[in-house]
């Protein structure tokens, strides 16, 4: 269903602020890196092994005319986080709506166990 591997490479690419910081910028539209690094309140440096986390993880692509290199996002791995998100919020959502019921059985048997006393 889903390559465990990778959602578990982009999740930990996502849990960074510097790398949601960039992703942020390119969804605004294709940037160089310089571009995204000007934004930001880290060292060129610090940007390009970031950035290099991105790509690692299949988030960001990366394009390179001459001296020039041209990032953008890949949309088809957020979207395949994405999915997977809603996944596992449908399970959890599932388990507690049953969980939900459960209680609400067990409470309705609660208080019929008090009126069968003869508490009426």
Same mark, same amino acid.
């Given at each position: 269903?889903?390559?465990?591997?990778?959602?578990?490479?982009?999740?930990?690419?996502?849990? *960074?602020?510097?790398?949601?910081?960039?992703?942020?910028?390119?969804?605004?539209?294709?940037?160089?890196?310089?571009?995204?690094?000007?934004?930001?309140?880290?060292?060129?440096?610090?940007?390009?092994?970031?950035?290099?986390?991105?790509?690692?993880?299949?988030?960001?692509?990366?394009? =390179?005319?001459?001296?020039?290199?041209?990032?953008? =996002?890949?949309?088809?791995?957020?979207?395949?986080?994405?999915?997977? =998100?809603?996944?596992?919020?449908?399970?959890?959502?599932?388990?507690?709506?049953?969980?939900?019921? *459960?209680?609400?059985?067990?409470?309705?048997?609660?208080?019929?166990?008090?009126?069968?006393?003869?508490?009426?």
């Amino acid at each position: 269903m889903f390559d465990t591997d990778s959602v578990d490479r982009c999740l930990m690419a996502l849990a *960074h602020p510097t790398r949601r910081s960039i992703l942020d910028r390119l969804a605004t539209g294709d940037a160089g890196v310089t571009d995204v690094a000007g934004g930001l309140p880290v060292s060129l440096n610090t940007v390009s092994k970031h950035i290099r986390v991105l790509e690692e993880a299949g988030l960001v692509r990366r394009r =390179i005319e001459g001296r020039r290199h041209h990032l953008s =996002i890949n949309r088809a791995r957020l979207d395949t986080v994405h999915r997977w =998100i809603g996944n596992a919020t449908s399970a959890w959502t599932a388990r507690l709506q049953a969980l939900d019921q *459960h209680l609400a059985t067990h409470r309705a048997r609660q208080n019929e166990g008090r009126h069968d006393d003869g508490n009426h």
